[in-house]
């Protein structure tokens, strides 16, 4: 069966922590070694991934791109404008065709339904790069780097502030794979998919709701934060208002537990969701997450080829 990546649900709880130990590993093994040598057991030799963008990307093209180079692999960057499927070719088409001629796919694009399209319709891998829906990929990075702070997931108190997007989404899910605790701050109307809600709250997580930033972030001994408009999502002065009262800066991080760290996907919109003091703080940790997309989807890539 072929293992797809578009949600953290495909793997589960207990191959997400496989996932964790292995980049953790591998991270080690590789410290202080030029970027783009490749590990010594190059677990990914003569293998290929496509990396299809419908939406802009930094860290995503790049983390993806060095993952592939560092398992001995490589990767085709395909700007979705450039290619046949931006002119209408179907996406079951595509699926086809890459299928014949690479090992892996993934796709950075707006809707949820076309990625499962995808998946469908390859008899590949299928990773999610972010959609409008999640961005499992990078919660994955931000578990790793909480793991290597020694902050175990497990009964975590976490605190979100601003938009319920799709990195919210995908931090839910990890709350309920994973068993731990978030408290979001939101304004009313901005709420994440009550689908992911739901169901990690079934699953034993505690996720509360507040639209007091101080009192979401009481206590947390992580606080976390995104833009407050998304790719493709509309703005302007009615949203930036309505955020405003959730940014993170120095008198919210001081509600928050001694030595509580904070958390950025990244890009950010310096004085927006987060102040300067914030995010160049020592409590900081967006450049490991940053970095952690690497490691942290090497060893995803490594799971949806099954050798994890
Ligand atoms: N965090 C993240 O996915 O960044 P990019 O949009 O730069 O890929
Ligand atoms: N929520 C953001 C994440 C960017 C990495 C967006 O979808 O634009």
């Known amino acids: 069966m072929t293992r797809h990546f578009l949600n953290l649900r495909d793997a589960g709880g207990h191959a ?36 299809i963008f419908e939406k802009n990307s930094t860290r995503t093209r790049v983390s993806f791109d060095m993952a592939m180079r560092q398992l001995g692999g490589s990767a085709i960057i395909m700007e979705s404008g450039s290619t046949q499927l931006g002119r209408g070719e179907s996406i079951a088409d595509t699926a086809r065709v890459l299928s014949r001629m690479v090992d892996a796919i993934m796709i950075r694009t707006s809707d949820h339904a076309k990625i499962e399209e995808l998946a469908h319709y390859a008899s590949v891998p299928v990773i999610n790069g972010l959609t409008d829906e999640s961005h499992p990929c990078q919660i994955m990075a931000d578990l790793l780097t909480l793991v290597e702070r020694d902050l175990a997931l497990p009964g975590l108190e976490m605190a979100w502030l601003g938009d319920g997007n799709n990195v919210l989404n995908s931090l839910i899910e990890a709350a309920g794979l994973l068993k731990f605790n978030i408290r979001v ?27 007091d930033a101080l009192e ?35 008198s919210v991080m001081a509600k ?21 003091a914030v995010i160049d703080s020592a409590q900081s940790v967006v450049w490991d997450e940053a970095e952690n997309r690497i490691h942290a989807q090497k060893s995803v890539l490594r799971w949806a080829f099954g050798q994890l």
């Open 185 to 211: 701050g939101v304004p009313a109307g901005y709420e994440p998919d009550a689908r992911f809600v739901d169901k990690a709250r079934a699953e034993g997580a505690r996720i509360t709701f507040t639209q």
């Open 256 to 276: 928050a537990a001694a030595g509580a760290v904070f958390m950025h996907c990244l890009p950010a919109h310096r004085g927006e969701e987060v102040t300067n």
């Open 16 to 51: 997400l922590a496989a996932i964790l130990s292995d980049a953790l590993d591998r991270k080690a093994a590789r410290a202080s070694w030029p970027k783009g040598r490749i590990d010594t057991d190059a677990p990914l030799n003569g293998r290929v991934l496509a990396m």
């Open 216 to 250: 979401a972030v009481a206590g947390a001994q992580v606080v976390v934060t995104d833009t407050w408009v998304s790719m493709g999502q509309a703005g302007g002065d009615v949203v930036i208002k309505a955020m405003e009262p959730f940014q993170v800066n120095e």
